[in-house]
Nanobody
């Protein structure tokens, strides 16, 4: 089992920044990649960013150039730095850990961007 706890969400004005954190614990040795997803009201969950064990990163087109995913292996924590936030970035953001045969999710953290 992998336990994920997100933090760092909140209310911010358009153009502002937030940094989300996802602390992982439990059986983390076989995690292949870590991801951030988001889900806005009435919409499907959307993959925002991925970071592999080797540090390769992939971003959704909607956040490229504004969001940065990173990881601190010593702290077993993944971050999502979000800059130049837009009202359309408003959503619940979820951390996801991918292992070969399983997926684990955090409880989510709300990000609200006011115009």
């Amino acid at each position: 089992q992998v336990h994920l706890v997100e933090s760092g969400g909140g209310l911010v004005q358009a153009g502002g920044s937030l940094r989300l954190s996802c602390a992982a614990s439990g059986s983390i040795d076989f995690i292949n990649s870590m991801r951030w997803y988001r889900q806005a009201p009435g919409k499907q969950r959307e993959l925002v960013a991925t970071i592999s064990t080797s540090g390769i990163t992939i971003y959704a087109d909607s956040v490229k150039g504004r969001f940065t995913i990173s990881r601190d292996n010593d702290k077993n924590t993944v971050y999502l730095q979000m800059n130049s936030l837009k009202p359309e970035d408003t959503a619940v953001y979820y951390c996801n850990a991918v292992r070969t045969y399983s997926n684990y999710w955090g409880q989510g953290t709300q990000v609200t961007v006011s115009s």
